[in-house]
């Protein structure tokens, strides 16, 4: 079966939603930043989807799909991308592939656990505080070997707690493969692929862009294309599974810690960690002419009362109301946009381009946001089931692999010497 038009509309913006967001997480950065645009791109996708049975378990399922696409935030990858900088071909496909590694538990991660919301029912429960003590254990175990033990390491001297993220890609595929999700383990796999695929291919076009001179911010364009390429990875993944037989569409109990931690928590986070007032004195002094500090303490307070405001009042609708407000297609598209919105004006207080137009990429961000608003109630992604193969898998990954061994030849023979290359070897 040919999939239609929906279907490659349904993976574009997809593709757009979470490559947006993940562009915007670069001013942010972390697990709470990546947490963030991880909700962004996992609800898109059931919006696309169109599928009602899902519709109970959206906020669910967005905030599972945040919480593993954060849990890579740990992750270092400031030596792994100038690596890819460097002027040899071993260092060169070297960064690439270790790129390609960060960027895959990154969307292995975020899809997996995704797909796992989605999954659960009472035919087949997920016992979350089982797989989360399995993830852990695993995490320390991968790290106390692979780093402590054998000193396998990626990125000295910075961290390497890839390690303990891949425990728990490992742990988490496992309680996938062991407890019958194969949907789910096709959402990982691909968002994986995609992710992975995205962060080389990013980190390509960015030694590219610094070597045309073009006055952009090219690091941004990396991460973009690391959350397009992942979202469409993770669209890919869910519109392909076979996730028959649908679960019976349930009235939900009101439960706040979906809308609490995507709407408070990681939001406040957020505001915490980035809007310091060292940070903001040093973005707004060349901008522009007034008191410094009093502008430092408006935009601090502004962009908390943005998110205060706004969590709060999803709180309350989604859960505190009598009755709440339902979970239904038109409710979680309304949500779905504002949270967007919010997320993209964080972005211009701690860029200052509301300010001043030297940060061109904004701009862009809320284009992209305007199309996604635009399309996304018009596009139903067609669904066709197809079964798990790992051979395919296997060899998609080998083709990544020869493809980035092409990325890397031209990438050294397009440049010298560049600022900010790093040699592993």
């Known amino acids: 079966m040919n999939p239609s038009k929906s279907f490659y509309y349904g993976l574009l913006l997809a593709g757009i939603s979470l490559g947006t967001a ?9 697990e709470h930043g990546a947490a963030w645009a991880g909700g962004i791109g996992s609800l898109a996708i059931i919006l696309l989807a169109k599928r009602p049975e899902w519709y109970p378990k959206a906020l669910k399922a967005t905030v599972a799909g945040a919480i593993g696409w954060g849990l ?3 992750m270092s990858y400031g030596m792994v991308v100038g690596y890819g900088r460097g002027s040899d071909f071993g260092n060169v ?6 790129l390609f590694v960060i960027g895959g538990l990154y969307g292995f991660l975020g899809g997996g656990l995704f797909g796992l919301a989605l999954s659960d029912s009472k035919d087949k429960p997920v016992s979350w505080a089982s797989l989360l003590v399995e993830m852990v ?12 033990q054998f000193a396998w ?13 891949l425990g728990m890609a490992v742990a988490l595929a496992w309680y996938l493969v062991r407890n019958g999700h194969p949907a789910a383990l096709r959402v990982a796999v691909y968002a994986g692929l995609g992710g992975g695929f995205g962060f080389a291919f990013g980190n390509f076009l960015q030694v590219l862009g610094r070597v045309s001179e073009i006055d952009f911010n090219f690091w941004n364009v990396m991460e973009y294309t690391l959350g397009f390429c992942g979202g469409i990875g993770m669209a890919y993944g869910t519109f392909t599974a076979d996730w028959t037989p649908a679960a019976p569409v349930e009235v939900p109990k009101r439960n706040w810690f979906p809308i609490v931690m995507l709407t408070l928590v990681i939001p406040l986070i957020v505001w915490d960690q980035n809007f310091e007032t060292e940070r903001l004195s040093k ?23 943005a998110i ?14 009598n009755p709440p407000l339902p979970l239904t297609y038109l409710n979680l ?51 066709f089931s197809q079964p798990n193969a790992p051979r395919q898998w296997g060899t998609l990954l080998a083709g990544v692999l020869v493809f980035m061994a092409v990325l890397a030849i031209i990438a050294i023979a397009s440049h010298g010497e560049l600022k900010g290359a790093q040699v592993r070897f």
């Open 22 to 30: 993940w562009a915007i997480r670069g001013q942010f950065g972390h």
């Open 72 to 74: 890579g935030g740990i």
């Open 93 to 98: 496909y070297y960064g690439l592939a270790m």
């Open 137 to 148: 254990v695993m995490a320390v175990v991968f790290y106390f070997f692979i780093i402590e």
């Open 153 to 165: 390491l990626m990125t000295p001297p910075r961290s390497e707690l890839w390690a303990a993220c």
């Open 283 to 305: 973005m707004l002094e060349p901008l522009i002419s007034m008191n410094i500090e009093s502008a430092t303490q408006l935009t601090q307070t502004l962009s908390f009362l």
């Open 308 to 321: 205060a405001c706004a969590g709060l009042y999803w709180v309350f609708t989604f859960y505190l109301a």
């Open 333 to 383: 598209r309304n949500f779905f946009l504002a949270h967007f919105a919010l997320y993209t004006l964080c972005s211009f207080l701690i860029t200052g381009a509301f300010l001043s137009t030297y940060r061109i990429e904004q701009y862009l961000y809320v284009i992209n946001l305007l199309i996604v608003g635009l399309l996304i109630g018009k596009v139903k992604a067609e669904f």
